[in-house]
T-cell receptor, first 118, second 118 residues
């Protein structure tokens, strides 16, 4: 079974430029997450999708960050314009959706994209 | 919001020895899930072990086991017979129970860097 794919693996941009990250979840996983991991910290959720709908984007800086998941499969996270404090690793994860049976499914993570803003 | 605290930024263990990583959390919920994730330099987050709060029995996965103290809100990870490949960042994470139309994101601690010496 193929894992969560992300690209690019590394990106260096200057502040005020824009950047986009791509994620392809595991086949059949309806739930997709984007996390931001700043150096020395644990990952923090930016946005969660269920199919192509947003479940939680309360911690997404909407003035500069945007995300979409067209057709409920691949997802793109964009930053425009980037700031120095956006330097971080951006992790994408996917899982089967929670159900009324309360079964908890594992989140599978991709390798992440390391963004450096200079 | 639930907070997860890992008070040990770094730990060191000799190969074949046992080490315990600490994690405490703050929550008002009675039902939840706890996890330990491993993040090697490749950045890929790998699930090590998980515990459902309603289960009194501590989870065990091969050389990895947890000491779950619900009343104390403590969730420590014990690694037995440490191997060089265990060297990585270890993150403790909390997840709220199922709730319709809400997120199921993981809430991570800041991590503990584990060094394994020959």
């Amino acid at each position: 079974e193929a894992g969560v794919a992300q690209s690019p693996r590394y990106k260096i941009i200057e502040k005020r430029q824009s950047v986009a990250f791509w994620c392809n979840p595991i086949s059949g996983h309806a739930t997709l997450y984007w996390y931001q991991q700043i150096l020395g910290q644990g990952p923090k959720l930016l946005i969660q999708f269920q199919n192509n709908g947003v479940v939680d984007d309360s911690q997404l800086p909407k003035d500069r960050f945007s995300a979409e998941r067209l057709k409920g499969v691949d997802s793109t996270l964009k930053i425009q314009p980037a700031k120095l404090e956006d330097s971080a690793v951006y992790l994408c994860a996917s899982s089967l959706p929670a159900t009324v049976t309360k079964k908890m499914y594992e989140q599978y993570f991709g390798p992440g994209t390391r963004l450096t803003v200079t | 919001a639930q907070t997860v605290t890992q008070s040990q930024p770094e730990m060191s263990v000799q190969e074949a020895e046992t080490v315990t990583l600490s994690c405490t959390y703050d929550t008002s919920e009675s039902d939840y899930y706890l996890f330990w994730y491993k993040q090697p330099p490749s950045r890929q987050m790998i699930l090590v072990i998980r515990q459902e709060a309603y289960k009194q029995q501590n989870a065990t996965e091969n050389r990895f086991s947890v000491n779950f103290q619900k009343a104390a809100k403590s969730f420590s990870l014990k690694i037995s017979d440490s191997q060089l490949g265990d060297a990585a960042m270890y993150f403790c994470a909390y997840r709220s129970p199922f709730a319709p139309n809400s997120g199921y994101a993981l809430n991570f601690g800041k991590g503990t860097s584990l060094l394994v010496t020959p």
